[in-house]
């Protein structure tokens, strides 16, 4: 026999994985974890069918020469299928978007890539022999897609991702089931967890960082807890998001991360702890410990173990030019015109940054009549500026209220640099990804 299975709590990327390998393998049966993901519990029950799952232990005595694993690369996600493969020696063929390198399956020969989502990779395969699916199995590879790439805006996203959205959408997929099937917020707990961690929520800067912080005690586990802190990122919009909840029951730690930037790494920091994941999304579950210790244990780690945020220093050109107030308009103009600059920041005697000369600044003194008057009649003041040790987040916001295509950098008030637009549009790129 054949198989192939995903993760031990199979969410919508291991369900849209294992669909695509029925296809991709169709001498292969696929095998379900005795836990379906609560992200993910409707679109099984609704198709169940399409995936004709067998059940671990229904592996026990069978002769198992191949399998297939999706989604994971970590021996102990997959426990529960190989305690029940015994007498075989298969092969096993790997196929994850996670990072190998952390790979500890045993033997097992590894395919990944650059991809937002598991199902991608699988689909570039699919793509390339020319399969065709029915709609409802693009459906739920699409489902799949949208799931782990959180509906094509998380910064892993890349192009292979669209490119096999477009072919599932051309087999037939249902954007409008995709949609149905990713609002998770639905049950009364999940509600109440929402509202006592918004209460709770402490958000501090940490290396440059914005972090939002939780902790919250509770008597027992609440299906779809990851489903509530993805709803908490986009209301609050931070770098990155740690929810700690401690489970009284079981008392049991259950670590739950989110992240928006490349330098807040979550599968490294949570790696030490057992966790698994990949760069913007992981998790991890610590057992014999106490909550309120392990919190601040967990942030002091945080202090510790975070990469500084990137700072103005770091993107600014620090070959600025700048011009004196006393200089005429018609001196100003030539020299923004040999320069091919739009505009540069102006300086007094004690090179303290005063303003800032624009060409549409010289053009209301050269329609007045006027260039012979100094910069200083017709500058910009005062000067908005930003400091070298300001973060990118911070950087924002001047350019996204000001609506200004330059801003100086400075130090004590003298010029250190300057940061245009395009040098921020340019490190968003970078940190997305773009052009991969």
Known sequence: MNIAFGHTNMDLDCLGSLILVKKLF????????????????NLYHFYAQYFDFLNPKDLDGEKIENIIIVDTCTAERVEEYFSHIRNSEPAIRVFDHHPLANCDILGACLEGGNFGANTSLLGKMAME?????????????LTGIYADTGRMIHENVCRDDLEVAAWLLDMGASLKLVKSFLETIIETDQLVALNQLLLVMNTQLIQGHQ????????????????????KIMDIENPDAYFAIFFIQKSKTIFIIARSKKEKIDLHELLHIYGGGG???????????????????????????TLKPATRARDIMSETAF????????????????????????????????????SLRDIMKGRKAGVMKAPVSAYMSKPV????????????????YKHHIGKLPIVEAGRLQGILTRWDFLGYKKRQSGAGK
């Not at 001498?27 to 836990?35: A, G, K, M, P």
């Not at 308009?329 to 004690?350: H, Q, R, T």
């Open 26 to 41: 169709p001498d292969y049966r696929l095998v379900r974890s005795r836990i379906i993901h609560p992200i993910a519990q």
């Open 129 to 141: 022999r020319g399969i065709q699916l029915q709609s409802e199995e693009a459906t739920i590879a």
């Open 211 to 230: 972090i939002l912080l939780s902790y919250l005690d509770l008597p027992e586990n609440i299906p779809g807890l990851a489903a509530v802190v993805e």
């Open 278 to 304: 990949h760069q913007l999304a992981a998790s991890a579950k610590i057992t014999n410990r106490e909550g309120p210790a392990f919190y601040d244990e967990f942030c002091d780690y945080l202090e510790q």
């Open 322 to 357: 700048s011009m004196g107030e006393k200089m005429s308009l018609l001196d100003a103009s030539l020299f923004l015109e040999k320069a091919d600059l739009s505009g540069v920041p102006v300086v007094d005697e004690k090179e303290q940054v005063t303003g800032f000369i």
């Open 384 to 399: 908005i500026s930003a400091e070298a040790d300001f973060t990118m987040r911070e950087i924002e916001r001047i350019f």
